[in-house]
C-alpha cells in the first residue's frame, strides 16, 4: 500500500509571498489531515476533512490559510500571504475513516522557512 | 476538550539500558492513545494504540505502553534501548466522539549514548 504522499519536501520563500503544498492520501481514506509542527511543539490541527468536506477548521488561521480537497482525494494547503511565524513542517494525514477504530497515517510532510 | 503533557523535554540513556517515557492526559471520558515517532526529516510513525481492553500494549520495535486510567497516563516503554531508537516521540490523545481528532504533546527527544 502506498503511503501518503507530499510535495514538495522543502520550501523557502519570502515573507508576503504564497506558498501552496499539496497531499494525496492513501487510497480509499475518506478522512485527511493537516497538521502544522512548530520546531520544538507537537503538530496542531490545521484543518480535518472528511470527503471532500470540511469537519473542523477551528484552528486555521482563515485570514491567510485556505485548504480544499477536490473530489475527496487530493488536498492543497495555501498560505498567502505568509509570515516569519508560518515557518513550520506542514503534515498530512489520512485515515480510512473518521472514528476510533482507525489510525492516522502521516506523510513525510513539508518544510517550510519564511524568510 | 482533551489535552496531552509530556513532562520530559529531553532524555538520555545508554544503549541497553530500559526506557520510559511519561505522558499524562486529560480527556473526560475514555480516551484514544497514541504513541509516534519521529525521526529527523521524516513523518510521524505509530509505534502504539490504546482504544480499550488490556491496559498493558505492545507496539513495534519492542515498544510498550501501559494505561492507567487512575493517575490519567500511558507511559511507553522498551527494556533495552538501541542506538536507532534515538528520535522524538510524541503522545497523542484521541477524542472519542465528534471530530476524533487527536491532540498531541510536545515530544520528548530521546538521545542514545553509545
Known amino acids: 500500500e502506498a503511503g501518503v504522499a507530499q510535495s514538495p519536501r522543502y520550501k523557502i520563500i519570502e515573507k508576503r509571498q504564497s506558498v501552496a503544498f499539496w497531499c494525496n492520501p492513501i487510497?480509499?481514506?475518506?478522512?485527511l489531515y493537516w497538521y502544522q509542527q512548530i520546531l520544538g511543539q507537537g503538530p496542531k490541527l490545521l484543518i480535518q476533512?472528511?470527503?471532500?468536506?470540511?469537519?473542523?477548521d477551528s484552528q486555521l488561521p482563515k485570514d491567510r490559510f485556505s485548504a480544499e480537497r477536490l473530489k475527496g482525494v487530493d488536498s492543497t494547503l495555501k498560505i498567502q500571504p505568509a509570515k516569519l511565524e508560518d515557518s513550520a513542517v506542514y503534515l498530512c494525514?489520512?485515515?480510512?475513516?473518521?472514528?476510533?477504530?482507525?489510525?492516522?497515517?502521516f506523510g513525510s510532510g513539508t518544510r517550510l522557512t519564511v524568510v | 476538550a482533551q489535552s496531552v503533557t509530556q513532562p520530559d523535554i529531553h532524555i538520555t540513556v545508554s544503549e541497553g539500558a530500559s526506557l520510559e517515557l511519561r505522558c499524562n492526559y486529560s480527556y473526560g471520558a475514555t480516551p484514544y492513545l497514541f504513541w509516534y515517532v519521529q525521526s529527523p526529516g521524516q513523518g510521524l510513525q505509530l509505534l502504539l494504540k490504546y482504544f480499550s481492553g488490556d491496559t498493558l500494549v505492545q507496539g513495534i520495535k519492542g515498544f510498550e505502553a501501559e494505561f492507567k486510567r487512575s493517575q490519567s497516563s500511558f507511559n511507553l516503554r522498551k527494556p533495552s534501548v538501541h542506538w536507532s531508537d534515538a528520535a522524538e516521540y510524541f503522545c497523542?490523545?484521541?477524542?472519542?466522539?465528534?471530530?476524533?481528532?487527536?491532540?498531541f504533546g510536545t515530544g520528548t527527544r530521546l538521545k542514545v549514548l553509545a
Open positions: 497523542a490523545v484521541g477524542a472519542a466522539s465528534g471530530t476524533y481528532k487527536y491532540i
Open positions: 476533512f472528511q470527503n471532500n468536506g470540511v469537519v473542523d
Open positions: 494525514a489520512s485515515s480510512l475513516e473518521r472514528g476510533r477504530n482507525y489510525g492516522y497515517t
Open positions: 487510497s480509499g481514506h475518506a478522512t
